[in-house]
């Protein structure tokens, strides 16, 4: 059974950075296209990063969220940057293809405020 941890979210001032990371256990990431998404309060979830150019992701995380990777601990990050109080979300970390989706994990919480 595939399982899914992220971890380092948590308080930052506007124009802050955070890490963060997601574990997967149970496969390995290096089969699939991995991605973050977040989920705010009365919103749909939503990608905001994956690898290459991700055209469906919003322009406003453009330039400033990466995705990045370690296959072999079976890691998966999201370099934050330049935070915005919009940015207040859960993220959420996952495959790219909709049909291969893990069961979500938990999630960890990002809260831009000053």
């Known amino acids: 059974q595939v399982k899914v941890v992220e971890s380092g979210g948590g308080l930052v001032q506007p124009g802050g950075s955070l890490r963060l990371s997601c574990a997967v256990s149970?496969?390995?990431?290096?089969?699939?296209?991995m991605a973050w998404y977040r989920q705010a309060p009365g919103k749909q979830r939503e990608l905001v990063a994956t690898?290459?150019?991700?055209?469906n992701c919003p322009d406003s995380v453009k330039g400033r969220f990466t995705i990045s990777r370690d296959n072999a601990e079976n890691l998966v990050y999201l370099q934050m940057n330049g935070l915005k109080p919009e940015d207040t979300a859960r993220y959420y970390c996952?495959?790219?293809?909709?049909?291969?989706?893990?069961?979500w994990g938990q999630g960890t919480q990002v809260t831009v405020s000053s």
């Open positions: 996952n495959t790219l293809v909709a049909r291969l989706w893990f069961s």
């Open positions: 690898s290459g150019d991700c055209t």
């Open positions: 149970g496969t390995r990431i290096s089969f699939y296209a």
